[in-house]
């Protein structure tokens, strides 16, 4: 049998997360199968991730203060339902949630005969194409060059620094590394901080590639529920978690998260931030649909302004607002965590494209306009996509976003998303199933609609969804719910 690879959870942290009420206040079924639901609900929810070890069973009793008896009776209950298995000489570990390929390998290169909406990523600024004509006649002056920018281009990381000045946070160039792509910049924080075993406080639900990411560092993401209608609830339970599980890291997106659209108000970042500082995570902060609000009013203060620098390391990119192929973003942090991060960076790779960052020096020179032009073109796709939604398929419902790049709809009872991603698939739409956006078996029971494709190329994608729900999607069984569609 394969090995899972998985990080552990300890008897005491798992017997904290289960309800002690549920124990108490069992109404006459067996004490086994009220700890199997409680395990179960965990699994489902996240906060006990896929391919995590359990402990062993002589532990859990000892920490729930009952019989190895009944913590073996509730694995047994588990294992033949499929939440979990065990394996000889390893133990026993939550199921994984079958053989998922890897977010990036979801939707490849677009093809005309299929509607990809499994990335929310838009098509070229229309100031793009000018942008790269003036990069076309000044690299021609570096020609003479290795070509080679390690922390990336001078006049780039100083624009990029002046953005960030513009927006009240002091930074100069030395803060500033630039990276191909906002992708790289994660995953360079992350392997320099997270150390196996280690902690990831994470937001949920949350980016898929930060689950697979902490997870092949030997790290763990701890799950911390977020409503957009109720930010103040989201910093008490990242409290909470920070007290419980002790993480060392947190990864969070204040601003139009991925793909919940929340964005924390300036009380509750603050609040979080400080939270944060207090128990000594360090809290990476990916701003990368920061500039993407469609009211165009002032922005609000960036997270971790008003707690020490050393605090927090922030991620940022031009893919959203700019292209997704122009491979351009940038860590900005304080000097001594930078240098930590350029150096793991630097085994990785010598130098973002030269001629990407001239183009993005251009397009920073200009960038109220490159964020107007944005914010307008995805109004319109938003707009677009919400009275498509509500007339099609008015018993779903979902939040409309203030910015961001799609809609995250909780799907009416008995829809589940692996299987509309799965008949979607046959229809010719690409879709990114809820599961993905969890540390475990949650999110089933959502799908995120992305706004960022074409007018036309949105009603097609959303006719297609709509046809699908009043045929009515047949729910799997578990057994086969656990295996995402390769799509």
């Known amino acids: 049998m394969e090995s899972l690879d998985a ?8 017997a904290a997360r289960i309800d002690p009420s549920t124990l108490r206040n069992r109404s006459g079924g067996p004490l086994y199968l009220v700890i199997a639901d409680e395990l179960r609900r965990l699994i489902e929810n996240g906060e006990v991730s896929a391919r995590t070890r ?13 019989s190895r008896v009944t913590v073996a009776s509730a694995y047994r209950h588990l294992r033949e339902a499929g939440w979990i298995s065990a394996q000889r000489g390893s133990g026993t570990y ?10 990036g390998s979801l939707a490849g290169d677009r093809d005309a005969a299929r509607l990809e909406f499994v990335n929310a990523s838009p098509s070229a600024s229309p100031l793009l194409a000018e942008a790269y004509g003036v990069a076309s006649e000044r690299i021609q002056g570096r020609f003479a060059s290795g070509g080679y920018a390690p922390s990336g281009l001078f006049e780039l990381r100083e624009s990029i620094a002046a953005y ?17 792509g906002a992708t790289d910049a994660i995953h360079a924080v992350l392997a320099t901080f997270t150390e196996p075993g280690a902690r990831v406080l994470v937001e949920h639900p949350t980016y898929p590639g930060v689950v697979e990411l902490v997870h092949s560092l030997g790290g763990r993401c701890i799950p911390v529920p977020i409503d957009p209608d109720d930010t103040d609830e989201f910093v008490a339970s990242a409290d909470r978690a920070a007290r419980q599980s002790a993480p060392t890291l947190a990864y969070f997106m204040p601003d139009f998260s991925n793909p919940s659209g929340a ?25 990368v649909a920061a500039d993407l609000s469609f009211d165009g009013g002032p922005g609000i203060e960036p997270f971790g302004a008003a707690t020490p620098d050393i605090a927090t390391v922030t991620i940022g990119s031009m893919s959203k607002t700019v292209w997704g192929g122009m491979r351009v973003g940038w860590v900005r942090a304080e000097a001594g965590l930078l240098a930590r991060v350029a150096a793991t960076y ?4 010598l130098s973002a494209s030269i001629f990407d960052q001239l183009a993005a020096v251009e397009l920073m020179g200009k960038y109220d306009e490159v964020r107007r032009v944005r914010a307008d073109t995805s109004r319109v796709a938003r707009n677009h996509t919400v009275a498509l ?21 909780p799907l009416p009872d008995g829809l589940r998303s692996s299987a509309l991603v799965a008949e979607a698939n046959s229809h010719g739409l690409l879709l990114a199933p809820g599961l993905r956006f969890g540390t475990g078996y949650a999110f089933d029971d959502h799908q995120r609609i992305p706004f960022t494709r074409s007018l036309p190329e949105i009603s097609s994608a959303v006719e297609i969804v709509a046809r699908l729900s009043s045929a009515g999607v047949p729910t799997p069984p578990l057994a086969s719910n656990t295996t995402a569609p390769v799509v």
């Open 346 to 349: 630097a085994r990785r790779q």
């Open 263 to 287: 964005r924390l108000p300036l009380g509750s970042r603050r609040q979080l931030s400080a939270t944060m500082h207090r128990h000594a995570v360090l809290t990476i902060v990916d701003e």
């Open 54 to 66: 359990l402990p062993a069973e002589r532990a859990l009793s000892i920490s729930l203060d009952v």
């Open 94 to 103: 939550v199921s994984p949630t079958g053989s998922l390929p890897a977010w």
């Open 164 to 180: 960030y000045r513009g927006r009240g946070v002091p930074t100069t160039a030395d803060n500033i590394l630039v990276t191909s």
């Open 7 to 14: 990080t552990a959870i300890s008897a005491p942290e798992l």
């Open 389 to 409: 939604m509500r007339d099609l398929l008015p018993n779903w419902r979902f939040r409309v976003p203030d910015g961001g790049l799609a809609l995250w709809c």
